[in-house]
């Protein structure tokens, strides 16, 4: 597993999931708050190979 920089703002979360399911990933958590504190804004996807990759955001709205 490798760990990236965090994403800049929710925005990017959510570009990230588009791009990500027009590049042919499949949806394994839409973006949103999470539950693992306030600010954790996240989405999930599955790579063709079935990796799971997300993005996250660590900044309130």
Known sequence: MQALDKAASRSKVDAFWRAGLA???????????RHDHAAYYGAFLRDPDGNK?????????
Request: hydrophobic share 30%; charged share 15%.
């Open 23 to 33: 590049a042919g990933g499949t949806g394994d958590g839409p973006s949103g708050l």
């Open 53 to 61: 990759v997300e993005a996250v955001c660590h900044r309130g709205a």
